[in-house]
């Protein structure tokens, strides 16, 4: 019995013990939890791509399979088009900027008045704006020269497969 007395006694002092330490930080305030990694702010549509959609032609059907490309001072793409009638239709993906559309037939590379496209909003070849996200659709990148004269120039392909065209209608 004198055993159990003095157990008693010990678990009785382990438990104030432990409620006198539990009871000793209440006036300490809790440390904030310091995240480790770094807050970056989010633009979600800052890095999206913008999506252009469009069809290519030339003076007559059918649209043989082009090489398409997207240049802007910064960048450039380039896309293979598949043969199509009466137009071949293309969509791709790219940063936003400023892009000057052109194309070539594919197997056109070594002929003097070899057929090219552009997009363009009237005379020569345009610039299409794309912002981030944004969907382009009914691009039209069409034949702005004839098959037999060079009245707009056109810059060469900017991987060198298709030289440029300069005018050329004497």
């Given amino acids: 019995m004198k055993r159990l007395k003095h157990f008693s006694s ?7 013990m432990g409620l006198l330490l539990s009871l000793a930080g209440c006036d300490t305030p809790l440390a904030t939890p310091v995240s480790t990694t ?5 633009t979600p549509t800052a890095k999206t791509p913008a999506t252009i959609r469009g069809i290519i032609t030339y003076q007559a059907p059918p649209t043989p399979t082009s090489m398409l490309y997207l240049i802007s001072p910064e960048r ?3 896309l293979e088009v598949p043969s199509a009638s009466p137009s071949s239709t293309f969509e791709m993906q790219v940063a936003p900027g400023i892009y000057q559309l ?3 037939p594919v197997g056109s590379e ?3 008045f070899r ?3 552009a997009y363009t909003t009237g005379s020569g070849i345009g610039a299409l704006t794309v912002s981030s996200g944004q969907v382009v ?3 039209h990148v069409q034949n702005i020269n ?4 060079v009245t707009y120039n056109f810059p060469a392909s900017p991987d060198g497969r298709f030289p440029g065209l300069e005018e050329d209608c004497d």
């Fill in 76 to 78: 450039w793409y380039s």
């Fill in 10 to 16: 010990v678990l009785w002092l382990i438990l104030a």
């Fill in 146 to 149: 004839s098959d037999n004269c």
């Fill in 137 to 139: 659709e009914g691009i």
């Fill in 38 to 42: 770094a807050l970056v702010q989010d």
């Fill in 115 to 117: 057929p090219a496209a």
């Fill in 102 to 104: 052109i194309a070539f």
């Fill in 110 to 112: 070594t002929e003097k």
